[in-house]
Structures are given as structure tokens and as C-alpha cells.
């Protein structure tokens, strides 16, 4: 147990659903990451909150949409999603959230998203 | 742009061998470097974390080295087990970001 809890832990969608990933963290961090995870690929930044501001939006299509409404709690709401957005999601968190304080990063287990 | 690279892809090694994983990237200007592992279907855990400043991390029977010059990291697992058998990934933070630049992993199996 990391401290950091995703749910669903897997969800299965079809293109024209809309559905959201939860994720919360019990470890009083000020930052939280989405990552994805696809197969034989390296895991890819998305998005990544700090005090509940958005700090980095790594060129992600509009179907994806982050929330951070306190800092223990982020959200991925999503919507149109294509066959391959089909991936890991992870969501991570870290102690100080200050870009020149490189910290360790604390993962949840992740959703197992499938898009029909 | 930074990207980081792990070799091998997969190793498969008896129980009881000491081992090396290998870890390089491009651009040296990076606030730290760490060492996770996967597990099947799973999140990270964060193994060990180094500092640009730091040579070299231990916890327990797992040590990694950092060059930040070369450009490489190595994380040396003494006296593997079977439950050593994983996904390992390292990644960098370059300075003065958010990011963290995750390789491709190395995906481990110890044979009983």
C-alpha cells in the first residue's frame, strides 16, 4: 500500500461514453501526476497539478480532462476516447511539488482502461 | 530533448546471481535520477532516488550508481531471488521540471 488509491481498477468504455478515473492520496503531498502506460511504450507525462494548479499539460488531446480539486484528490474525466487511448493509467503524488526539488514519486495501481 | 534508454530489455537469470541493470540518457541536466519497480498489471514502487550530486544509493541488497557526465546509471541487485522477477524502470528529472523521463524497462525473471 502506497499511500495513493485509483479507482476503478479496471473499466471498460465504449467510444462514445463518458466515464472518470479517481484517484486519491493519504500522504499530505502538494503534487499529483497522471502518467500513461502503454504496452512496450515508456510511461508518458500527462498532466501534473501542484497546489492544485495545473503546471504541465504535456500536449494531451481535449478527450482527457484533469481535475485537482484539493490537493489529495485528483480526477481524468474522459469522453470520445479512442481505441488506442486503450492503456495504463497511473497516478502518482509527491511530497513538495516545486519544480527545482526533484522528489520521489509515490504510484497508485493504476486503471486498466479498454476502449471499444 | 531527453530520452532514456535501458538495456537489457529482458534478462533471465538462477537464483542467487548478482546482477546489473543499465540505464543512459542524453542530456546530463537533471535534478535526480531513480530506480522502480513493476509488477504484472501494477503500479511502481520507488526503490531507490539520487540526487545529480550523489554517486551512488544502497537499500539493502539493491545499489545504484549515477554518472551524471556519462550520462548513465547502473542498479546492481546482489544474491537474486525469484521474488526479485519484475519490471524495472528508471527515469530522470531534468532541471527545473515537473517531469519525470521514464525508460522502457528491463524485465526481470530469477529461476528457482
Known amino acids: 500500500e502506497t499511500g495513493v488509491t485509483q479507482t476503478p481498477r479496471h473499466l471498460v468504455m465504449g467510444m462514445t461514453n463518458k466515464k472518470s478515473l479517481k484517484c486519491e492520496q493519504h500522504?499530505?503531498?502538494?503534487?499529483m501526476y497522471w502518467y500513461k502506460q502503454s504496452a512496450k511504450k515508456p510511461l508518458e507525462l500527462m498532466f501534473v497539478y501542484s497546489l492544485e494548479e495545473r503546471v504541465e499539460n504535456n500536449s494531451v488531446p481535449s478527450r482527457f480532462s484533469p481535475e485537482c480539486p484539493n490537493s489529495s484528490h485528483l480526477f481524468l474525466h474522459l469522453h470520445t476516447l479512442q481505441p488506442e487511448d486503450s492503456a495504463l493509467y497511473l497516478c502518482?503524488?509527491?511530497?513538495?511539488?516545486?519544480?527545482?526539488?526533484?522528489?520521489?514519486?509515490?504510484f497508485g495501481s493504476g486503471t486498466q482502461l479498454s476502449v471499444l | 530533448k531527453q530520452e532514456v534508454t535501458q538495456i537489457p530489455a529482458a534478462l533471465s537469470v538462477p537464483e542467487g546471481e548478482n546482477l546489473v541493470l543499465n540505464c543512459s540518457f542524453t542530456d546530463s541536466a537533471i535534478y535526480n535520477l531513480q530506480w522502480f519497480r513493476q509488477d504484472p498489471g501494477k503500479g511502481l514502487t520507488s526503490l531507490l532516488l539520487i540526487q545529480s550530486s550523489q554517486r551512488e544509493q544502497t537499500s539493502g541488497r539493491l545499489n545504484a550508481s549515477l554518472d551524471k557526465s556519462s550520462g548513465r546509471s547502473t542498479l546492481y541487485i546482489a544474491a537474486s531471488q525469484p521474488g526479485d522477477s519484475a519490471t524495472y524502470l528508471c527515469a530522470v528529472n531534468p532541471s527545473g521540471t515537473y517531469k519525470y523521463i521514464f525508460g522502457t524497462g528491463t524485465r526481470l525473471k530469477v529461476l528457482a
Open positions: 500522504l499530505g503531498h502538494n503534487a
Open positions: 502518482a503524488s509527491s511530497q513538495a511539488g516545486t519544480a527545482n526539488r526533484g522528489e520521489k514519486l509515490f
